[in-house]
């Protein structure tokens, strides 16, 4: 099974991910978290993607979408996935159905989670990440049992650099431009499905596990 998350930054998607790539044992895939693996590494497409990332602007189509299908083809579990955070434009999309129809495999799903600016807004600037495990906490709502320290590592967390306040805007701003009309993509084929972002993340797993079962 193929699962596409969608919604703006900050809407939990990638909290979802985990949580069900977890339950149901799928891989998860985030364009996100490769890239910024690829920045930290120093790759080719690290340092096409950097000055971008930093500006809260969208990584070039195509860069993102080779990345998306080696990762995809090399991947050992590579029927069932979730892709958190692609596509990101129409574009995108109809390129990784197209290639995706070749390997007999098609998105099944999408989860397109609604989610107010205010909300997002709060969850990003209060996100912090354990640079070792890659855990997600919220200084509010998902806090670590120790202020400021990875429950299961034990190190310093951190903020990310687009996580400020002028970047988060500028992220708003392309979602609002470049990627939303993805809803009316997914509507058309029938695969779309809506729940609200804005929900305890455990309400919204429960929502998401509901429909796939
Ligand atoms: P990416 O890393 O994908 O960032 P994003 O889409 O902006 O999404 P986020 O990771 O910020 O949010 P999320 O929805 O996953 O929320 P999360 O679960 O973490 O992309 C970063 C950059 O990479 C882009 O700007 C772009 O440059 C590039 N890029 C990526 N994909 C690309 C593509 N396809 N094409 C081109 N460029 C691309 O939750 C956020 C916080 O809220 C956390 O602290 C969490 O603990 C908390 N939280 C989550 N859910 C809930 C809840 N239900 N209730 C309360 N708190 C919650």
Do not use: W
Not at 7 to 14: D, E, F, V
């Amino acid at each position: 099974m193929r699962i596409v998350l969608l919604g703006p930054p900050g809407a939990g998607k990638g909290t979802q991910a985990v949580m069900l790539s977890e339950k149901l044992g799928f891989l998860h895939l985030s364009t996100g978290d490769i890239l910024r693996e690829n920045v930290k590494r120093g790759t080719d497409i690290g340092k096409k993607a950097k000055a971008f990332m930093e500006k809260g602007e969208l990584v070039p189509d195509d860069i993102v979408i080779q990345m998306m299908l080696d990762t995809i083809k090399s991947s050992g579990k590579k029927n069932d996935f979730i892709l958190d955070g692609f596509p990101r434009t129409v574009y995108q999309a109809k390129k990784i159905d197209a290639e995706l129809k070749k390997l007999k495999l098609a998105v099944d799903i999408v989860f397109y989670f609604k989610t107010s600016i205010s909300t997002v807004i709060k969850r990003l600037t209060g996100r912090r990440l354990c640079p070792k495990c890659g855990a997600n906490y919220h200084i509010v709502n998902m806090p670590p049992k120790k202020q400021g320290i990875c429950d299961k590592c034990g190190v310093e967390l951190y903020q990310r650099k687009d996580d400020s306040e002028e970047t988060i805007e500028k992220r708003l701003e392309v979602y609002e431009n470049q990627t939303k009309e993805l809803i009316d993509y997914y509507s058309a084929q029938g695969i779309l499905k809506e729940l609200s972002g804005d929900l305890d993340a455990k309400e919204v797993y429960k929502q998401l596990a509901a429909i796939l079962a």
